[in-house]
């Protein structure tokens, strides 16, 4: 085993491990830590994959703004949100069979698939994929709609967040 895979390992590992935490934790500021770290982790193997930019894209987008948005929101109601009752679903181990289904499913078409180790072929001379990536990610014809659908939601959810937070007693 290189030592590359044994990093990718350690990283898969730690971000899984993030990922179980932030569901299964009772405490929603924790979660919101934990799903940094998860967060983080996916940064970390777009390095391992030089993929500089969405690496770069994935700290300052994810954990810059929408888990700290959550954060936001989370200290904004919490002293509305005073549930005290149960936090686990009781359907969750329905979740759980569907997901281990859901995995062994992955597993087996990826075992399956015949290119999965094909490299990609070189780069043309002059080619850049940052170049590309931010025209399409203007152009009507890629990305933009997609973008400017997240960016309204991000708004409403803030929008919600103080809304609910309001002191409506001043």
């Known amino acids: 085993m290189t030592p590359l895979q044994i990093i990718f390992l350690l990283i898969a590992a730690v971000t899984l491990g993030g990922a179980l935490m932030v569901v299964t934790t009772r405490n929603l500021v924790h979660a919101?830590?934990?799903?940094?770290?998860?967060?983080?982790?996916?940064?970390?193997?777009?390095?391992?994959?030089?993929?500089?930019?969405?690496?770069?894209?994935?700290?300052?987008?994810?954990?810059?703004?929408?888990?700290?948005?959550?954060?936001?929101?989370?200290?904004?109601?919490?002293?509305?949100?005073?549930?005290?009752?149960?936090?686990?679903?009781?359907?969750?181990?329905?979740?759980?069979?569907v997901a281990i289904v859901l995995f062994v499913g992955l597993v087996f078409l990826l075992q399956?698939?015949?290119?999965?180790?094909?490299?990609?072929?070189?780069?043309?001379?002059?080619?850049?994929p940052i170049q590309q990536l931010g025209a399409e990610l203007v152009s009507p014809n890629g990305y933009l709609i997609p973008f400017e659908v997240a960016s309204i939601l991000l708004l409403a959810a803030l929008i919600g967040a103080i809304v609910i937070a309001w002191d409506k007693n001043k």
Do not use: C
């Not at 690496?55 to 954060?71: D, N, S």
């Not at 949100?81 to 069979?97: F, L, R, V």
């Not at 698939?113 to 850049?128: D, F, T």
């Open 32 to 97: 919101a830590l934990w799903l940094v770290l998860s967060l983080f982790g996916v940064a970390i193997l777009f390095v391992l994959l030089d993929a500089g930019f969405f690496a770069v894209a994935q700290v300052v987008i994810y954990i810059g703004a929408i888990a700290i948005l959550m954060i936001f929101a989370i200290m904004l109601t919490r002293r509305v949100a005073k549930d005290s009752g149960p936090q686990i679903n009781p359907t969750w181990p329905i979740a759980a069979i």
């Open 112 to 128: 399956n698939w015949q290119n999965i180790h094909v490299l990609p072929a070189e780069l043309p001379q002059g080619y850049n």
